[in-house]
Structures are given as structure tokens and as C-alpha cells.
């Protein structure tokens, strides 16, 4: 089960912000960490395979409101080889 560590980082506009916080926070495999001033949003993904962790990164990117996805760090050490 990968679980990875992202940052976003959020759009000046306050509105798009919180239109990305709502939307990324009804996922439930996202975990939302404390908001870093107001533009970066630390969160961590658990999904259940290597590409629909990929998968789920790569829509992060299209969230209106969501500027850049930073990987951080991504453990798949228990992953079937």
C-alpha cells in the first residue's frame, strides 16, 4: 500500500484555495497536514497500488486552485514486487 507525501502549492486567490481545500479534502485516501502560511498544503496519499498513487498525484495537478504538486517522498517498500 503506497503512501506518498505531497505539497500543494495553492493559488493566490483565496477563493481557488478553498475551492481546492474542499475539493482535496473529500478524498478519503488524503490526509491534510497544517497548512504552511497559506499557499503550501502538506498532505499524504494512501492508495492501494504504485499507479493509482500515480494516478492520484497526477489529478491533484488539475484541481482548479492547486498550482503544483511537490512529491516529497513516496514508500512503496511494502508493495508486491
Known amino acids: 500500500m503506497p503512501i506518498s507525501s ?3 502549492t495553492l493559488d493566490d ?3 481557488l484555495r478553498a475551492s481546492a481545500l ?3 479534502a473529500r478524498d478519503p485516501r488524503i490526509t ?7 499557499r503550501w498544503l502538506p498532505v499524504v ?3 492501494g497500488s504504485l499507479p493509482e498513487g500515480e494516478a492520484l498525484a497526477e489529478s ?3 484541481v482548479p486552485g492547486v498550482s503544483f504538486v511537490d512529491v ?5 517498500s511494502e508493495e508486491e514486487r
Do not use: H, K
Not at 72 to 76: E, N, S
Open 32 to 38: 491534510l497536514g497544517p497548512p504552511l502560511e497559506e
Open 60 to 62: 491533484l495537478r488539475d
Open 45 to 47: 496519499t494512501e492508495t
Open 22 to 24: 474542499r475539493e482535496v
Open 6 to 8: 505531497l505539497v500543494l
Open 72 to 76: 516529497v517522498m513516496v514508500d512503496f
Open 13 to 15: 486567490s483565496p477563493e
